[in-house]
């Protein structure tokens, strides 16, 4: 199964026997991505602590970026200027923008709303920054991403069944103006599915949005402080109603154990701040369960966080890692942050390999089993993992 338009390309080359997980690629001007995949977060145009060749050698085929903070700063003007996005960054990959929709959210004190768009404050220095659907493509343009997305309406969850009603129609409003006004044939323009936690609203805003044929389909609106159990559930409402020859994104997710769960009902891209936030504060995941590596125990333990991990972190002690912390050394959150995203890109590479082998199901237990959760939905998912995307 496959769907091609304007340079880029979207096969699916495997479905798993026993669930939805699904081996893809997308095909772009600047790679191809073999999906499922992990997208690290760029959010100014750096992936925090770390350059662009150590994110590749991570094993990341694309990247994120942001159009609200990067219109700030530098400007998209700026960015064009310096040869876009791939020549700003030193990335020469795909390359996806948010179009700045969770901000609405994130910075809610800073925005005022209405069926034109959004004007926020600066949360730099109070200057006024207005974003409608035609700007925030507009800035997409100038900043050259691969993968740009629908400027979307998102609210806070748990939230009045008129707020989320009015917020999804609106998003639905405004990526048919999305669709309108992006013309570049070398970018692919994604929709966003909202609809908050109500399943029958999920699945009228993605009819909608597939009748108006975008070239793929993102959830958005989630991960916003909702108990896992919860995002599964509007991922079994949603997922369904999208086209099987287009490409799924689920935004701003997450843990291991929600990648993994969002996996098995068919999803394709994922991106996080986590595992470089996570990463800058001592804690590094594993496949048997987070690490923190301030804790005393690791002092003088001279095994590496993972025998088998082939990146520079793993290279070192566990007790080197634990006092390159304790003493504030830089060194510590870089390397800790490689390691997570190295983990991460693992992960997944593993996890496709498993679907070609209609054996995603098995390979899914097992990491659960490993990381010490009794079911998918293990622990309440942090409202902060998406923050400032």
């Known amino acids: 199964m496959q769907n091609s338009a304007g340079g880029f390309r979207f ?24 999906l499922p995949a992990f997208m690290p977060v760029g959010t100014l145009g750096t992936v925090k602590g770390l350059d662009m060749h150590r994110v590749r050698e991570t094993g990341a085929e694309m990247v994120l970026a942001n159009t609200y903070h990067l219109a700030l700063r530098p400007g998209d003007q700026t960015v064009a200027a310096l040869g876009k996005l791939h020549a700003f960054t030193g990335w020469s990959g795909p390359i996806l923008t ?167 009902r068919g999803i394709d891209m994922f991106d ?40 520079l972190a793993c290279q070192h002690s566990r007790g080197y890692l634990r006092h390159l912390f304790q003493a504030g050394e830089m060194l510590g959150p870089s390397l800790a942050s490689l390691h997570n995203l190295t983990y991460y890109q693992r992960l997944l590479r593993q996890a496709r390999t498993a679907i070609e082998q209609n054996a995603f199901t098995e390979f899914h237990q097992e990491k659960l089993r490993g990381w010490g959760c009794p079911s998918e939905a293990d622990g309440p998912a942090p409202p902060s993992q998406r923050e400032q995307r």
Not at 12 to 24: E, I, K
């Open 11 to 34: 096969a699916v080359h495997h479905t798993d026997a026993h669930s939805q997980a699904r081996h893809a690629s997308l095909q772009t001007p600047r790679g191809t991505v073999e």
């Open 98 to 264: 948010d179009s700045g929709g969770f901000q609405v959210f994130s910075l809610a004190e800073r925005a005022e709303v209405s069926e034109q768009g959004v004007k926020f404050r600066s949360h730099i220095d109070g200057a006024a920054l207005e974003l409608t659907p035609e700007r925030s493509i507009a800035i997409q343009e100038n900043l050259g991403a691969d993968v740009i997305m629908a400027f979307d309406h998102v609210v806070a969850l748990p939230n009045t069944p008129e707020t989320v009603a009015t917020a999804t129609w609106r998003s639905v409003r405004w990526a048919e103006r999305c669709r309108q006004a992006a013309g570049r044939p070398d970018q692919l323009l994604m929709a966003i599915v909202q609809g908050g936690l109500d399943p029958q609203l999920r699945r009228e805003c993605a009819q909608e949005l597939v009748r108006m044929d975008f070239a793929g389909y993102a959830v958005g609106g989630l991960s916003v402080g909702e108990a896992p159990t919860e995002m599964y559930r509007m991922l079994d409402a949603t997922v369904p109603a999208l086209p099987e020859d287009r490409p799924r994104y689920l935004m701003g997710v997450g843990r291991p154990q929600d990648l993994l769960a969002g996996i098995a």
């Open 272 to 311: 996080c701040v986590m595992p470089t936030r996570n990463g800058r504060n001592a804690l590094v995941f594993t496949d048997q369960g987070p690490l923190r590596l301030k804790n005393a125990v690791h002092a003088e333990d001279t095994r590496p966080l993972e025998a088998d991990c082939p990146c």
